[in-house]
């Protein structure tokens, strides 16, 4: 959701602890099109020129890659401003042979690239369909999951190119050890539930979107040893609220900004 004058919420950052920060910067940067605004020698921070929302990456070469899957991030879903923007992308990675693309969804709501960056931290790029075109049942969501036409996609390309300036942070999904804590936690955060029925995962967001966190029992549990690569923590802008450090239920860094 491209944030309006109206908004209560926004996700406008996130921090990845990283094993080889050249192998990531190839990616995000370099193949993806986000731009170095800041470079020291404990972190690095990425933007792309529309500033919609930060990316950090925080090398440590001597952590060992987070092993899938684990709480923690399932992934995080860059919101391209529209189809054309998502083919152009799209054209880039298959250009490139990016090895690590896992496959593609149309969920109702939005149409969805997913794969992973180099370390394995899980990356969606997705385009919303207008809010009038949304699945629901009676008065609730109803996302669905069915095949997305890639070569139609494809077809739509004029041209390849890196993110759109105007991406912005759409959501986050979360692998959780219990979804009533989480859903307690994010809710406490201005946040509804908007769709429950989905197998083992709920969905929650503001300003009546589809999602703005995802939340899901897949992992079953499991965790990952201590300073694995992976999620270190998260920015919401919120309209109203003091600025606040949490920790979310995983145990990540939520810093709460005024929107």
Request: proline fraction near 7%.
């Amino acid at each position: 959701m491209l944030q309006s004058a109206n908004s209560t919420l926004a996700l406008t950052g996130l921090t990845l602890r990283v094993q080889n920060i050249g192998r990531q910067l190839a990616f995000y940067r370099d193949l993806l099109g986000l731009e170095v605004i800041r470079s020291q020698q404990q972190e690095t921070e990425l933007a792309l020129p529309g500033r919609r929302f930060t990316l950090t990456l925080q090398p440590e070469p001597s952590a060992p890659l987070r092993p899938q899957p684990t709480l923690g991030l399932y992934h995080f879903a860059l919101l391209l401003p529209s189809r054309a923007a998502l083919a152009k992308v799209f054209r880039r990675l298959v250009e490139a042979r990016y090895p690590h693309f896992q496959g593609a969804s149309d969920h109702g709501v939005s149409e969805a690239l997913y794969l992973a960056d180099p370390e394995g931290n899980g990356l969606e790029l997705y385009r919303d369909r207008p809010r009038t075109d949304w699945p629901f049942i009676g008065d609730r969501l109803a996302m669905v999951t069915k095949p997305l036409d890639l070569e139609a996609l494809l077809a739509e390309a004029e041209g390849s190119e890196g993110l759109d300036p105007q991406t912005s942070l759409g959501h986050l999904h979360l692998h959780v050890r219990d979804l009533d804590e989480a859903q307690a936690f994010f809710e406490g955060l201005g946040m509804e539930l908007m769709q429950g029925d989905y197998p083992g995962a709920r969905f929650l967001a503001a300003d009546g979107y589809h999602h703005h966190i995802g939340i899901n029992l897949w992992a079953r549990g499991r965790t990952a040893p201590p300073h694995t690569t992976g999620l270190l923590g998260y920015q919401l802008a919120l309209r109203g609220r003091p600025a606040q450090r949490l920790s979310d239920p995983n145990g990540a860094s939520v810093e709460v900004v005024p929107l």
